[in-house]
């Protein structure tokens, strides 16, 4: 299975700021997405980063708040703009890879606190 | 909307004390039931996929099999270190390939 990483893996943020998670496979990947976990809570689809076009999001989450970045099969970012204590989450990052399964795999997360 | 419903919410169990997870789903065309674990602080490790009724998946003390209607996953002689929460998820309904995740079980094994 691919292996993931994600930066930073924790942040602390004033309210109002932006803040840019980085996710990188360490191989190519047909396709990635992007996931909030809120605390107590289950993993909630944010959006799907498709390379080389715009992401596609879930009801909910909006493109202004939420860019994503998908420049390449190995690489994606996800910025939370605009940030306000509601934001504080766990932001996963996860992959399928070109297998015929659709088994996903994730990343550690970024633990992100909001003030 | 697909829907899936993971019981108990929470269980304590002793080292050696077996049970099972409950994870009931309805959803139109399944095309796959997974089951994860989550440690605290790490992302969700993948378990088992499960594709038709009937079938059986095991890895060491689990045992994850499906239905028509929900999943369980058996857990023979558990020790402290499968202490965990997991969660089970169905293809989310809008995005193909993306999950839609249950809440989770709670579970804590003490010696």
């Known amino acids: 299975s691919a292996v993931i990483s994600q930066k930073p893996s924790r942040d602390i943020c004033q309210r109002g700021t932006s803040l840019t998670i980085q996710c990188q496979v360490d191989?190519?990947?047909?396709?990635m997405f992007w996931y909030r976990q809120q605390p107590g809570q289950s993993l909630t689809l944010i959006a799907t980063a498709n390379q080389g076009s715009e992401a596609t999001y879930e009801s909910g989450f909006v493109i202004d708040k939420f860019p994503i970045s998908r420049p390449n099969l190995t690489f994606s970012t996800l910025t939370v703009s605009n940030m306000s204590p509601e934001d504080s989450s766990i932001y996963l990052c996860?992959?399928?890879?070109?297998?015929?399964?659709?088994?996903?795999?994730f990343g550690p997360g970024t633990r992100l606190t909001v003030l | 909307e697909d829907q899936v419903t993971q019981s108990p919410e929470a269980l304590r169990l002793q080292e050696g004390e077996s049970s099972s997870l409950n994870c009931s789903y309805t959803?139109?065309?399944?095309?796959?039931l997974f089951w994860y674990r989550q440690d605290p602080g790490k992302g969700p490790e993948f378990l088992f996929t499960?594709?038709?009724a009937g079938e059986e998946k095991e890895k060491e003390r689990l045992k994850a099999t499906l239905t028509k209607k929900e999943s369980f996953l058996h857990i023979t002689a558990p020790k402290p270190e499968d202490s965990a929460t997991y969660l089970c998820?169905?293809?989310?309904?809008?995005?193909?390939?993306?999950?839609?995740f249950g809440k989770g079980t709670s579970l804590l094994v003490t010696p």
């Open positions: 998820a169905v293809p989310h309904s809008n995005s193909g390939y993306a999950l839609n």
């Open positions: 499960l594709y038709s």
């Open positions: 959803v139109s065309g399944l095309r796959g």
């Open positions: 191989s190519q990947v047909t396709m």
């Open positions: 996860s992959v399928k890879d070109s297998g015929d399964y659709n088994e996903q795999f």
